[in-house]
T-cell receptor
């Protein structure tokens, strides 16, 4: 599985959009981009994923560049409860080798009042 | 559904002791995983399983063993505990038919200290 690079930390003002970048320059054609977050010491929580097209759900939007070498997770109106560590990972979606994936150290997002 | 459950929540072991961390899921997921997370770090994959009777090593398998006799359960065995195994252990599961392309569901974690 391709590895990812994320900034160590970011701050965001409450109510503003939080834009979290991720580089995955060695991504393969059959690998999806997944985003998870981990609040305090809880288990990570799925946010969103995509292959080529931009995606949006009730939690966030995912923008993937045309060459698929990077992506951005957007939290449109960040709240204090969005303070967490955000992980960007790439992995195969539909494959028996989908077991292996690497969680890097993630980005610690701090939403400030 | 209870989702992914893990027991115990906390445990303190002495060096050289053994224990089994339990993980169960009630979502009929075929894939299950064990991760460890050291303080301030990301998750590292220890072992994973793609179905009952099938397991494979992840990034950091040394010092651990797993088995998968049923779809629901995926216990992690620590033999001869060492201080380096002090960590938080997360179990996760996923399914190709989950509708979310292999989204992983995580348990609450087991906090293990080896003294």
């Amino acid at each position: 599985d391709a590895k990812t690079t994320q900034p160590t930390s970011m701050d965001c003002a409450e109510g503003r959009a939080a834009n979290l970048p991720c580089n995955h320059s060695t991504i393969s054609g059959n690998e999806y981009v997944y985003w998870y977050r981990q609040i305090h010491s809880q288990g990570p929580q799925y946010i969103i994923h995509g292959l080529k097209n931009n995606e949006t759900n009730e939690m966030a939007s995912l923008i993937i560049t045309e060459d698929r070498k990077s992506s951005t997770l957007i939290l449109p109106h960040a709240t204090l409860r969005d303070t967490a560590v955000y992980y960007c990972i790439v992995r195969v979606g539909h494959n028996t080798n989908a077991g292996k994936s690497t969680f890097g150290d993630g980005t610690t997002l701090t939403v400030k009042p | 559904n209870a989702g992914v459950t893990q027991t115990p929540k906390f445990r303190i072991l002495k060096i050289g002791q053994s224990m089994t961390l339990q993980c169960a899921q009630d979502m009929n997921h075929n894939y299950m995983y064990w991760y460890r997370q050291d303080p301030g770090m990301g998750l590292k994959l220890i072992y994973y399983s793609v179905g009952a009777g099938i397991t494979d090593k992840g990034e950091v398998p040394n010092g651990y063993n797993v088995s998968r006799s049923t779809t629901e359960d995926f216990p992690l065995r620590l033999e001869l505990a060492a201080p380096s195994q002090t960590s938080v252990y997360f179990c996760a599961s996923s399914s190709l038919s989950s509708g979310r392309d292999n989204e992983q569901f995580f348990g609450p974690g087991t906090r293990l200290t080896v003294l």
